[in-house]
């Protein structure tokens, strides 16, 4: 069902309202630091409320489009948001207003505070653009937008190692760009337009070998971002950027972006039976086993604690491409279910990465041990967080991986069971060190930093909070559970029991 009325305006509006915020505070910038703040967190508010106001028609499966103006003929810049789009703008909206409000306290002595907020609603702008995005021209311009806007962010402090990690993902990311460009050409030329439609838009009758170019050409192009092996390199090294920006860039921002572009690829271009009768679902899957496991053994070696999360990026991102190319009831369901848990999961470690920093000045995993009795809430928290990616039971990692495992035996896919059985128990080989270290070793530094405000405890006990919640209260997991099965019909064109 397509509604009109005022709901379409919605979607250009969001998009509008943060890029109006990053140039108003630009304008501001000379302003109290205090404005500024304002400024953010309302627009923030606001875009919240906005996709809020989306969710009634999404729950009766409805779906809101609104066409701007044409590029080229059959090619248009227009926005549409159905149950996948909608989530991911759910999840954008929610965690950026989080951060929001983590940045004002953590970034409160920053020199450069303005080109902070300004860059990072550019990047707000260009998530809510993807999100919505109708076609894959509309989706490629604020990908690029999103990848020019970030660059900033990742260079923020200005050493020479925030440099050099900003210039390799650069390399990284433009290199991406180009071969997605290349897809849109070649998509364009066997279609005629480049709209996304549920079970996809690419003719039987094109040649095998172009149809799989096209595949390897759409996945350099998602996957630097989605940081599939071996496009993964430079994500590691941007963790020199501020925590706030760590945290959106692992949870909702820029490899979720490549993830949510990979699916879109995957459903409404490819669409899965084409996949299948190419053969080209057999190689997705073993590139996201090879990265689950992977980056798990990656982080297992590092002794950075950023870097350490990155890699538990690299490795909890594939299980949401694992389960929708499985298209298996149950594995989509539980791919949908990732891209929500992981981001509360992450953005939780992240916060509370910053905050274990600013209570007492360590990153380094080595130098973690009594930081348990030190600041009781923070690692609290973090725990909770890290029992979540790891699977543990009553938490949201559990749900999401009990449903991609069903989904692999539904599949006769043992195999797969035995990834996600693998991945988990590296999760566990690299967290539950950590956390006994910090419970259960004394401490070896008497490093100390500063107290914290509610600005950033906050967020880190919320999200704590909810990877609980999720995970034991089914009236609370009721909806993402709903919109998942939503999505999953969509793509299999099922009734989900």
Not at 14 to 43: E, M
Not at 104 to 113: A, G, I, L, T
């Amino acid at each position: 069902m397509v509604c009109g009325g005022v709901f379409p305006l919605i979607l250009p509006l969001t998009v509008l309202v943060s890029y109006l915020t990053a140039f108003l505070i630009w304008i501001l910038r000379d302003k109290p630091a205090q404005i500024h703040n304002r400024a953010a967190v309302g627009s923030a508010l606001i875009n919240l409320a906005l996709v809020l106001c989306l969710l009634p028609g999404i729950w009766r499966e409805a779906a809101f489009s609104c066409n701007l103006f044409t590029f080229i003929p059959s090619v248009d810049i227009a926005f549409r948001v159905d149950g996948l789009g909608y989530l991911f703008a759910l999840i954008a909206s929610f965690y950026w207003l989080l951060t929001a409000i983590y940045s004002v306290e953590y970034m409160r002595n920053d020199k450069f505070p303005a080109r902070y907020w300004f860059f990072l609603f550019l990047c707000m702008g260009s998530v809510l653009g993807i999100a919505f995005a109708a076609n894959l021209f509309t989706l490629f311009l604020f990908y690029e937008i999103l990848t020019i806007c970030t660059y900033p962010l990742i260079v923020h402090a200005q050493t020479p190692q925030a440099i050099k990690a900003g210039r390799k993902y650069l390399v990284y990311s433009m290199a991406g760009g180009t071969a997605l460009m290349l897809s849109l050409v070649i998509t364009y030329l066997l279609c005629g337009h480049l709209d996304f439609r549920p079970g996809g838009i690419l003719p039987d009758s094109a040649s095998y070998s172009i149809l799989r170019l096209l595949f390897i050409t759409f996945m350099v192009g998602f996957g630097v971002k989605s940081v599939i092996f071996p496009l993964h390199g430079w994500l590691p090294d941007a963790m020199i950027a501020p925590t706030p920006v760590s945290a959106i860039l692992h949870a909702v921002a820029v490899v979720k972006a490549g993830v949510y572009g990979i699916l879109r690829i995957v459903i409404d271009i490819f669409g899965l039976q084409l996949l299948q009768k190419l053969h080209l679902n057999e190689w997705l899957l073993a590139l996201a086993g090879i990265t689950i496991i992977g980056g798990s053994l990656m982080a297992l070696r590092q002794t950075n604690l950023k870097k350490m999360l990155a890699y538990s990026t690299i490795s909890q991102l594939s299980y949401i491409i694992l389960g929708v190319v499985m298209a298996t009831p149950s594995g989509i369901i539980g791919g949908i279910l990732q891209m929500l848990y992981q981001s509360v999961m992450k953005i939780s470690l992240f916060f509370c990465a910053g905050a274990i920093y600013r209570q007492t000045g360590v990153s380094e995993i080595a130098d973690m041990g009594g930081l348990g009795e030190k600041i009781p809430l923070t690692m609290f928290a973090f725990s909770i967080a890290a029992l979540g990616t790891i699977g543990f039971p009553g938490t949201a990692g559990f749900i999401s991986k009990w449903y991609l495992a069903m989904g692999a035996m539904e599949a006769g896919r043992f195999f797969m069971v035995g990834v996600i059985i693998s991945g988990t128990l590296l999760n566990a080989g690299y967290y539950l060190p950590l956390l006994y270290k910090a419970f259960f070793q004394e401490s070896l530094t008497r490093q100390k930093g500063q107290a914290l405000s509610l600005l950033m405890t906050g967020p880190c006990l919320l999200t704590a909070g909810l990877v609980l919640a999720l995970g034991l209260c089914l009236w609370v997991h009721k909806l993402p559970l709903h919109l998942a099965q939503n999505i999953a019909e969509g793509v299999l064109y099922f009734k989900c029991p």
